[in-house]
């Protein structure tokens, strides 16, 4: 799904994705439960699964929601490791100083980045909650997104939020971090050819 190789809408042979992985039906069936509680794919009235089609509304119901949840937990986070974590952040932000990357390679930075920016948040369930829509996120990127990124902005917006960090003004950085998903998703519409206007 993340590669772009499976269309939305399209339903999933069994008996094909086992063979192809190697695996008995029993994990693979235990497996795309799991992906259904996601919200990756759905069942198809007792006949199988399908993956979930993609819904203009939704992608963009998806962008508050990733705010709220990554800014609730920084909240969380005991304030004096947000420092230190944001000194690294800015390091990091600093070392992907690529004008364009690929895409794949974009979304590994950038996932290292918030899972780093996340990492003193005691709320394990939140934190997997944040994975499950960033997953949601991930599942549109990969069918909007061409296979070079434009890196520049989001690095120069990372840095923002992480000098907000280390100066302790949560406030600040948790507004920069609502700038960074929606400047972001508006990047991946505009770079799809879709208005952000349009969508919904």
Known sequence: MRAGNVRPGESINEVQLAAELGVSRTP????????ESEGQIESENG?????????????EELCPIIVALE??????SPADELAGIGEQL??????FNDDVAQ???????D???HNLMLSACPNQRLLDEIAGVRRAIHRYESLLVSDDVMVERSAIEHAD??????EGDLDAAKQALAANWTNGMR???ADAGISWERLG
Do not use: M, T, Y
């Not at 800015?90 to 070392?95: G, I, K, T």
């Not at 939020?161 to 280390?166: C, D, E, K, S």
């Open 111 to 113: 996932d290292e980045w």
């Open 71 to 76: 800014s609730l937990a920084i909240d969380l």
């Open 187 to 189: 990047r991946l519409l």
């Open 47 to 59: 006949k199988g699964f399908r993956f979930v089609p993609l819904s203009a509304r939704e992608f």
């Open 161 to 166: 939020i992480a000098r907000h960090l280390v």
């Open 90 to 95: 800015a390091a990091l932000a600093a070392e």
């Open 103 to 109: 895409h794949a390679l974009v979304n590994r930075r």
């Open 28 to 35: 693979l069936r235990e497996a795309l439960i799991a992906l």
